[in-house]
C-alpha cells in the first residue's frame, strides 16, 4: 500500500480490515478514592491457592529454560482426571488460543462458522482472521441458543459451530435433550466445539458435561479452561479434548512452546487441589444465587446462570449503569446497547452492586 509520504507500507491480509477489537474488562481503578472491584472479566476473586502458588514460584526460578512443549505431565494428569485417552488432550494458550487453533485447523477463506450471538465476544475476531465467514444466529428472546435456527442455518461451507453452554454473556446453559437433539442434526464432517469455560460452576442438573457427548461423537470437542475456576487466568492455560485427528490438527496448529512451564506446573497443582479449589467454586456459586435471588426481589429480569456472573439486559440505560456502578467502587462489563455482565466477585463487591442496582432500579 502506498501512504501520502509516498513509501509503502507492508501488505496486509484483507481478511482483517474492520475485525472488531476484543474490549478486555476494563480494570479497577488504583488510587485514593473507595476501594474499587474489578467484575468486569469473570475472573475468580481468590488469590492463588498456597500450593499452586508454591509450584509456579518454583516453575519460575527455572524460566531460562524452555517448557515441555508436549506438556506430557500435565496431559497425564487431565487424562486422568477425566477419564480420557491422552491423545484426545490438546493443550494452549488459554481457551480461547485454542479456539483459535480449531478454527485454524478447520476453516478459511470462503468457509463458514457458525455461532450464537451475543456469546463470547472473541468468536467473531478469530474467525475472521482465518478469512472465514461468521455466521451469528441471535439469541432468543429468552437469551437462549436458538439450536433450531443453528441447525437451519448449517450450508456445505459450515466447517464449525461454536456452542458456548454456558453462555457468555447471558449466564444460561443449554439442556441434555435439546443439545442432542441438535448434534443429531449437525452432519458428521461439521466439528462442534461446546465452549464450557464455566463447566465446574453449573448446577442445573439437565445440563449436559460435554465430555459424555464427546465420547461417541467423532466430530464434537470439549473446550475447558483453567482461567476461570481454577483461578489461573493469568498463566494463559487451557485445553480441548477431542478425537484424535482434531487433537492432532491442535498440536499442528499450537503456538511451539506456547505454554509456559509456570502454566503446567500451576495447572497441575490445582487439579491435585482440586478440593480446596471447589470449595470456592462452591462459595462463589452461593454468592451467585444470593446476587441473583436480590435482582429478582429488586424486579429486574435476570437469566439463571450457571456461570460466574449476571445478566442485566439494560438497552440504551447500560452505559449509564456501567458508571453508576464505576462510581460506587465496582467496574462491571457493558455491552452498549445491549446489557451489563456482572462478575461475582468478593462479598463486599457483590453487596456494592446490588445497592447499585437497587437505587437505578427505581429510575427505570
Ligand atoms: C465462553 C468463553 N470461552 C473461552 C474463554 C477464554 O478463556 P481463556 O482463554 O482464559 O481460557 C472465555 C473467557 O472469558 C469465555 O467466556
Known amino acids: 500500500m502506498t501512504q501520502e509520504s509516498g513509501e509503502t507500507t507492508p501488505r496486509l491480509r484483507s481478511a482483517l480490515d474492520g475485525i472488531p477489537t476484543y474490549k478486555p474488562g476494563k480494570r479497577a481503578a488504583a488510587g485514593d478514592g473507595p476501594t474499587a472491584y474489578k ?43 477425566f477419564g480420557v485417552p491422552a491423545e484426545h488432550i490438546a493443550t494452549g494458550t488459554g481457551s480461547v488460543g485454542v479456539a483459535q487453533q480449531l478454527i485454524q485447523s478447520t476453516a478459511g477463506p470462503g468457509d463458514e462458522v457458525i455461532y450464537a450471538w451475543r456469546s463470547f465476544e472473541a468468536y467473531p475476531i478469530i474467525t475472521q482472521i482465518s478469512g472465514a465467514k461468521s455466521v451469528q444466529v441471535p439469541l432468543t428472546d429468552g437469551e437462549d441458543h436458538n439450536l433450531d435456527a443453528m441447525a437451519s442455518a448449517i450450508t456445505d461451507r459450515t466447517r464449525l459451530i461454536f456452542v458456548c ?8 446453559a443449554i439442556h441434555r435433550e435439546d443439545l442432542v437433539r441438535f448434534l443429531d442434526r449437525v452432519p458428521s464432517d461439521v466439528l462442534v466445539v ?3 469455560a464455566y463447566r465446574e460452576f453449573i448446577r442445573d442438573e439437565a445440563v449436559p458435561d460435554g465430555l459424555e457427548l464427546y465420547r461417541d461423537r467423532p466430530n464434537v470437542c470439549v473446550l475447558r479452561t483453567f482461567s476461570k475456576a481454577y483461578g489461573l487466568a493469568g498463566l494463559r492455560i487451557g485445553f480441548a479434548v477431542a478425537h484424535e485427528r482434531v487433537a492432532a490438527a491442535l498440536r499442528k496448529t499450537a503456538v511451539p512452546f506456547g505454554v509456559s512451564q509456570i502454566a503446567q506446573d500451576a495447572a497441575v497443582a ?7 479449589l471447589l470449595e470456592r467454586v462452591e462459595a462463589l456459586v452461593g454468592e451467585r444465587t444470593r446476587v441473583r435471588e436480590g435482582l429478582l426481589a429488586q424486579g429486574w429480569t435476570v437469566p439463571d446462570s450457571q456461570a460466574n456472573f449476571v445478566w442485566l ?33 468478593e462479598t463486599e463487591a457483590n453487596d456494592i452492586f446490588l445497592r447499585v442496582a437497587e437505587e437505578f432500579r427505581k429510575e427505570l
Request: glycine share 8%.
Open 39 to 81: 467484575l468486569s472479566s469473570n475472573e475468580n476473586p481468590y488469590p492463588p491457592l498456597p500450593g499452586v502458588m508454591e509450584q509456579a514460584a518454583a516453575a519460575a526460578a527455572a524460566f531460562n529454560r524452555y517448557p515441555d512443549m508436549a506438556c506430557g505431565e500435565l496431559i497425564a494428569e487431565l487424562a486422568e482426571h
Open 165 to 172: 453452554n454456558p453462555n457468555n454473556p447471558t449466564g444460561n
Open 194 to 196: 461446546l465452549d464450557e
Open 270 to 276: 490445582s487439579l491435585r487441589s482440586e478440593t480446596a
Open 313 to 345: 439486559r439494560l438497552g440504551d440505560r447500560t452505559v449509564d449503569f456501567a458508571a453508576a456502578c464505576e462510581a460506587a467502587g465496582v467496574v462491571v462489563r457493558p455491552f452498549a446497547g445491549e446489557g451489563v455482565r456482572v462478575s461475582i466477585g
